[in-house]
């Protein structure tokens, strides 16, 4: 392992005191530090450490080309990643394998049998392919497989414990540099990068760098508290400010997907809106803090069950609601039909209102993931597409028509008219034919010559239109 030293004595020396202290306005004292056993447990837990951490390597394509969110474009890189079973299951960041055609993962080898083990230089570790079972933009989590079984792992712990000052551990690869560990304390327990993100991190000042996104962050007791995603940096490199995503959303997200290959979450079709001094002072409401609904999506069930824009929610099944995340994150746990119960104040005057949970739309985005310009490629169409078959039928379980090609990105270079196009479009027909799978779209517009027009119907968020792209 390799071990900041510097940061190391710094860390310690300013977390830690040598010295027996009393706080001022209490009686404990602390206990003298034994800086050696402290060392030596470092030590140890990082060694406990390396079997769990891996190293991904990624080639593929990623969007965001020509400054477009659905293009493609080819990619190499990596990153971090850690086993969470015994059966090879690991979890690592979303964006370190979007767009991989090709996983894959670099595992700690024990040592050569017959050999002493004492040399420091490690072996480079066993290179072997990886699967990709889902992934969850909205948390920035994968989750692959590898196939084997009796892998070591690391145990989750409960990210609500977790305090600022309490020491942690970084690992993973930064820079590509295999086997590093870094040590720090928790900046903060939940930082909010956006008013009313529904996604909280811990921050930390040990020490990330690019290529540490999807190792884990670790206590003193080798148990997981986050997934390492990103940092805040003016110049690229470390200046202190790592984010993690929590061990207790890292669970949920890891234990759907590995249960059923995505992430379902629950949704009651309002957006939820935390109540500001400033927005309570303008809209004269009585309480500076709380959740206000901002707006009540058409058709969905807090619509149906009479809800408005500007009601004040008060509690979520009895329990008082602080923040819009925080409705949100509730929501987000529960049972896809199942009802929560919804104490609101309108004009003065509470009522509550029984809604039922529906699950969240997915993210069309996803299906690019799935394709490359080999295979899923229909140029005269400037897009990627997949046939609707039994795995997609499980991710877009509820179609106006029961085949056809869904569209997973748009292609660079496509016709101008393909901006008619958006992922996650299902074509069903070209110029009055119905279309049933890729082939048969192909064969449609190979006859098409420049400037003809193919008119496509299209389904789109449950709605049938017509698509009008021009052969460029």
């Known amino acids: 392992m390799i071990v900041?030293?510097?940061?190391?004595?710094?860390?310690?020396?300013?977390?830690?005191?040598?010295?027996?202290?009393?706080?001022?306005?209490?009686?404990?004292?602390?206990?003298?530090?034994?800086?050696?056993?402290?060392?030596?447990?470092?030590?140890?837990?990082?060694?406990?450490?390396?079997?769990?951490?891996?190293?991904?390597?990624?080639?593929?394509?990623?969007?965001?080309?020509?400054?477009?969110?659905?293009?493609?474009?080819?990619?190499?890189?990596?990153?971090?990643?850690?086993?969470l079973s015994t059966d090879g299951y690991i979890v690592t960041n979303a964006h370190v394998v979007d767009g991989a055609r090709r996983i894959q993962i670099v595992l700690a080898d024990p040592n050569a049998p017959g050999s002493p083990g004492h040399s420091v230089i490690?072996?480079?570790?066993?290179?072997?392919?990886a699967q990709l079972v889902g992934v969850d933009h909205a948390t920035d989590i994968a989750v692959l497989k590898i196939e084997g079984d009796s892998f070591p792992f690391v145990e989750f712990?409960?990210?609500?414990?977790?305090?600022?000052?309490?020491?942690?551990?970084?690992?993973?690869?930064?820079?590509?540099?295999?086997?590093?560990?870094?040590?720090?304390v928790v900046s903060a327990v939940a930082r909010q990068l956006?008013?009313?993100?529904?996604?909280?991190?811990?921050?930390?000042?040990?020490?990330?760098?690019?290529?540490?996104?999807?190792?884990?962050?670790?206590?003193?007791?080798?148990?997981?508290?986050?997934?390492?995603?990103?940092?805040?940096?003016?110049?690229?490199?470390?200046?202190?400010?790592g984010f993690a995503a929590p061990s207790n959303i890292v669970r949920n997200v890891f234990e759907q997907i590995r249960a059923t290959g995505?992430?379902?979450?629950?949704?009651?079709?309002?957006?939820?809106?935390?109540?500001?001094?400033?927005?309570?002072?303008?809209?004269?409401?009585?309480?500076?803090?709380?959740?206000?609904?901002?707006?009540?999506?058409?058709?969905?069930?807090?619509?149906?069950?009479?809800?408005?824009?500007?009601?004040?929610?008060?509690?979520?099944?009895g329990k008082t609601m602080e923040n819009g995340r925080q409705l949100q994150v509730n929501l987000y746990s529960r049972r896809i039909g199942e009802s929560v119960d919804l104490a609101i104040m309108r004009d003065g005057r509470p009522r509550t209102v029984r809604v039922p949970v529906a699950e969240q739309p997915d993210d069309p985005g996803r299906f690019a993931e799935m394709v490359s310009p080999e295979e899923n490629l229909v140029a005269k169409l400037g897009i990627l597409?997949?046939?609707?078959?039994?795995?997609?039928?499980?991710?877009?379980?509820?179609?106006?028509?029961?085949?056809?090609?869904?569209?997973?990105?748009?292609?660079?270079?496509?016709?101008?008219?393909?901006?008619?196009?958006?992922?996650?479009?299902?074509?069903?027909?070209?110029?009055?034919?119905p279309i049933v799978d890729l082939l048969q779209l192909r064969e449609s517009v190979s006859v098409l010559k420049v400037l003809d027009s193919a008119v496509l119907h299209v389904e789109r968020m449950g709605r049938l239109m017509y698509v009008v792209v021009e052969v460029d």
Do not use: C
Request: proline share 6%.
């Open 4 to 83: 900041q030293r510097t940061l190391f004595r710094i860390m310690v020396l300013s977390t830690l005191s040598v010295f027996s202290m009393t706080v001022r306005g209490q009686s404990e004292t602390t206990n003298l530090v034994d800086l050696p056993a402290l060392g030596q447990a470092l030590e140890s837990l990082a060694e406990r450490m390396r079997p769990a951490v891996v190293q991904i390597h990624t080639t593929g394509y990623t969007m965001g080309a020509n400054g477009s969110a659905d293009l493609l474009s080819r990619q190499i890189s990596g990153g971090s990643g850690v086993l």
């Open 122 to 129: 490690k072996a480079s570790g066993r290179l072997v392919g």
């Open 157 to 184: 712990a409960d990210s609500e414990g977790l305090r600022a000052g309490q020491p942690v551990m970084a690992f993973g690869s930064p820079l590509g540099l295999q086997n590093t560990v870094t040590f720090g």
């Open 194 to 241: 956006e008013p009313d993100a529904t996604m909280i991190y811990v921050q930390t000042d040990a020490p990330i760098n690019p290529g540490n996104s999807g190792g884990p962050l670790v206590n003193m007791r080798g148990e997981l508290i986050g997934i390492n995603t990103f940092i805040l940096s003016q110049s690229g490199g470390n200046d202190g400010l």
């Open 262 to 317: 995505r992430m379902k979450r629950g949704v009651i079709g309002i957006n939820a809106q935390t109540i500001t001094p400033m927005l309570a002072k303008g809209l004269g409401l009585a309480s500076t803090w709380g959740v206000i609904d901002g707006d009540v999506y058409p058709n969905g069930p807090a619509h149906t069950m009479g809800i408005q824009p500007g009601d004040v929610i008060l509690s979520l099944d």
């Open 385 to 433: 597409a997949l046939d609707y078959d039994e795995e997609l039928k499980n991710m877009i379980p509820f179609l106006r028509e029961e085949s056809g090609v869904v569209v997973a990105a748009r292609s660079s270079g496509g016709p101008p008219g393909s901006s008619g196009l958006s992922p996650g479009d299902i074509i069903h027909g070209v110029n009055g034919h």
